[in-house]
């Protein structure tokens, strides 16, 4: 009978240890056995301030390559905790026409509710430290001629 006992939890505590050994050896790596990572963009931050001539209602996002989509939603709670009117993709395109996905970032313009500079700033603030988002500025109000 003891004998039966160990050989069951022999059996269960292989099971066991190849069942982590598989986990540990495939996680991360395709069927080729080749690791795949897709690095994220590097943040650009903007450096303006609030005496440049922008909009006080409009934030720009640039989302990184890695949540970019052709025509992809993006829904006001991946903005985190900022009120947002509504949100536009700059980039979107039809379906007829072809991009280069590898150089493709998604561009939004995002309607905050308030016109007001100061929570433009603070937008932007608290969108650069989302991770998916690799650029945030105002949308910049251009004046003159050439």
Not at 20 to 49: M, Q, R
Not at 85 to 99: G, K
Not at 101 to 113: A, D, G, K, M
Request: glycine share 8%; with cysteine; charged share 20%.
């Amino acid at each position: 009978m003891e004998n039966t006992k160990n050989g069951k939890f022999g059996t269960i505590f292989g099971m066991v240890l190849l069942a982590l050994f598989c986990v540990t050896f495939f996680s991360g790596c395709n069927l080729a056995g080749e690791e795949i990572i897709i690095p994220y963009d590097e943040k650009i931050f903007w450096h303006g301030t609030i005496d440049d001539n922008f909009c006080g209602s409009t934030v720009i996002v640039v989302m990184d390559r890695n949540f970019s989509g052709i025509n992809k939603v993006h829904h006001k709670n991946f903005f985190g905790n900022i009120e947002i009117e509504s949100i536009r993709d700059l980039t979107y395109v039809p379906e007829n026409v072809s991009i280069n996905l590898e150089n493709f970032r998604q561009i939004l313009l995002l309607t905050l509710p308030v016109y007001c500079k100061e929570n433009v700033v603070k937008a932007i603030r608290h969108l650069e430290k989302i991770i998916g988002i690799m650029h945030v500025s105002p949308n910049n109000i251009v004046t003159g001629g050439v």
